[in-house]
Nanobody
Framework: QVQLVESGGGLVQAGGSLRLSCAAS????????IGWYRQAPGKQRELVAAVRNGGSTNYADSVEGRFTISRANASTVYLQMNSLKFEDTAVYYC??????????WGQGTQVTVSS
């Protein structure tokens, strides 16, 4: 079992910055990829950014160059969000992929960007 807890969401003006944190606990050795997804009202959940155990990363086109995902250690991942836009408003979820079972999800943290 892996437990994920997000923090760092909040209200920010357009152009501002926020840093989200994801703390993983439990069987963190089984995690292969950890990432951030988001879901805005009325929209599907989408991948924002992810980092693999080897360190490679990928980003959604909409956040490339503005957001940075980093992995401090096996159990802590950050999402630095700069130059935030109104359309970045969403609930952000931490996601952990593990071998041979469905991924784990955190409870989500709200990010609201005022225009």
């Amino acid at each position: 079992q892996v437990q994920l807890v997000e923090s760092g969401g909040g209200l920010v003006q357009a152009g501002g910055s926020l840093r989200l944190s994801c703390a993983a606990s439990g069987s963190t050795f089984s995690i292969t990829t950890i990432g951030w997804y988001r879901q805005a009202p009325g929209k599907q959940r989408e991948l924002v950014a992810a980092v693999r155990n080897g360190g490679s990363t990928n980003y959604a086109d909409s956040v490339e160059g503005r957001f940075t995902i980093s992995r401090a250690n096996a159990s802590t991942v950050y999402l630095q969000m700069n130059s935030l836009k109104f359309e970045d408003t969403a609930v952000y979820y931490c996601n952990a992929e593990v071998w041979k079972r469905p991924p784990y999800w955190g409870q989500g943290t709200q990010v609201t960007v005022s225009s």
